[in-house]
Structure formats: C-alpha cells, structure tokens
C-alpha cells in the first residue's frame, strides 16, 4: 500500500511541474529543471525559508484559482 501512495504522490508532483508549464519553457531539460529545485531546495534551507515558502503559497494558490477558473 505504501508504495501505491508514493508512486501517486510522484505522479502528481510530476503533474505540478507540467502544469506550470515548466517541461516546454525549459524544452524538457532535466538537468534545468533539477537545477531549478536544488535552488528552491537550497533557499528553503536558508534563513528567509518562511518568507519564501509565503511568497510561493501565494502564488501557487493564485496559479490553481487561474487554471481552475480557465476551464470552467
């Protein structure tokens, strides 16, 4: 069972990436994206973790209000 949720879970991190559009602005650079990540990854570890983790819950829930309200 616990494999079955870690593997939904990857499928719909997956699934954020893609929709932010990120795979076609970096033309499916791997190495771009993982770049990317480390250096939220390194951020998060620094001292301004929760203005950071602020400014992007804001803006991701604004992102998902704006798709959700384009396919309506």
């Known amino acids: 069972m616990k494999r079955r949720e870690r593997t939904r879970q ?4 997956g699934g954020l990436i893609a929709k ?3 795979i076609e602005l970096t033309e499916d650079d791997r190495a771009v994206l993982f770049g990317m990540l480390a250096e939220a990854a390194a951020r998060l570890r620094g001292g301004d973790r929760d203005q950071a ?3 992007w819950r804001r803006r991701g829930r604004r992102a998902f ?3 959700n309200a384009e396919s309506i």
Not at 10 to 13: A, D, P, R, S, V
């Open 53 to 55: 983790m602020l400014l």
């Open 65 to 67: 209000e704006e798709t």
């Open 20 to 22: 932010a559009g990120l």
């Open 10 to 13: 990857l499928i719909e991190l």
